[in-house]
């Protein structure tokens, strides 16, 4: 069976709960084929329950861009699975980028959000990538084969079949610069052998791996025809609507 595209939104720190509610009510109008493509919308903390409110009744789904894997405990200004799901998201991004730069989480981390995803049944969306220097030093495959052994520790290979990963070259994020179709087409290769080769084959050929390096209107298509990719995690161009429809249905 063909995979379904996914795109996901990641609003960052950006727009409170009004501003929030107001792009949902831009977007679903501009969206062509509302079946095509599960769409996710990531927003910050304190927009979750305004968003989830927002898109009942539509295709939309919704997100956290983080969470602690504990279900709860003394642990000041952190997210626990339970909190996300009480206020309706069914998705959680795990292991962004900047998380890894900015807040210190490390592999190991991310395989205890991903394991306390599955135990609250929580789809992640686990990123994974590489830095410029990493890449100039020819070290892409040795970094995302390192980072999905640890990621996949003690996952079971039907739990992950569902699961989500989004390939971000750090290089790319916030940058403008995107790496070609190609590279990006190879490195999303590169990645689903590494699940099968850790999860088995069916597992690989579920799950979906999708692009998060600077995704933008004029380059979305270019990508979305790569048979590897199957969708985007979209950060600055997800905050306008019309921006993220364009996107969204190519």
């Not at 909190?83 to 490390?106: C, D, N, P, W």
């Not at 892409?140 to 989004?166: D, G, M, W």
């Not at 069916?202 to 799950?207: H, L, P, T, V, Y």
């Amino acid at each position: 069976m063909p995979r379904k595209p996914l795109i996901a939104a990641n609003w960052k720190m950006y727009k409170v709960p009004a501003q929030a509610e107001e792009f949902v009510k831009k977007f679903l109008p501009l969206i062509e084929d509302k079946d095509r493509a599960e769409i996710v919308i990531c927003p910050s903390a304190t927009s979750l329950a305004a968003v989830v409110a927002a898109v009942q009744g539509s295709v939309l789904a919704v997100g956290g861009q983080n969470m602690h894997w504990a279900e709860e405990g003394a642990y000041t200004g952190e997210t626990s699975p339970l909190m996300l799901k009480a206020v309706g998201a069914t998705h959680v991004i795990i292991g962004h980028s900047e998380r890894r730069q900015y807040f210190g989480e490390t592999d190991e981390m991310v395989n205890h959000k991903i394991l306390s995803a599955v135990k609250n049944e929580l789809t992640p969306i686990i990123c994974v990538g590489e830095t410029l220097e990493e890449r100039e030093a020819n070290k892409t495959e040795e970094v995302l084969l390192r980072q999905c052994q640890i990621a996949f520790k003690a996952v079971e290979p039907e739990a992950a079949e569902n699961f989500i990963i989004a390939y971000e070259p750090v290089w790319a994020i916030g940058t403008g610069r995107t790496a070609t179709p190609e590279m990006a087409g190879l490195a999303h290769f590169y990645i689903r052998s590494q699940v099968a080769r850790l999860l088995g084959r069916k597992a690989a050929d579920s799950m979906r791996i999708l692009y998060g390096g600077s995704v933008k209107p004029d380059n979305a298509s270019a990508l979305a025809n790569q048979p590897e990719i199957d969708g985007a995690l979209v950060g600055g161009a997800s905050l306008d609507p019309v921006s993220f429809a364009k996107i969204v249905n190519y």
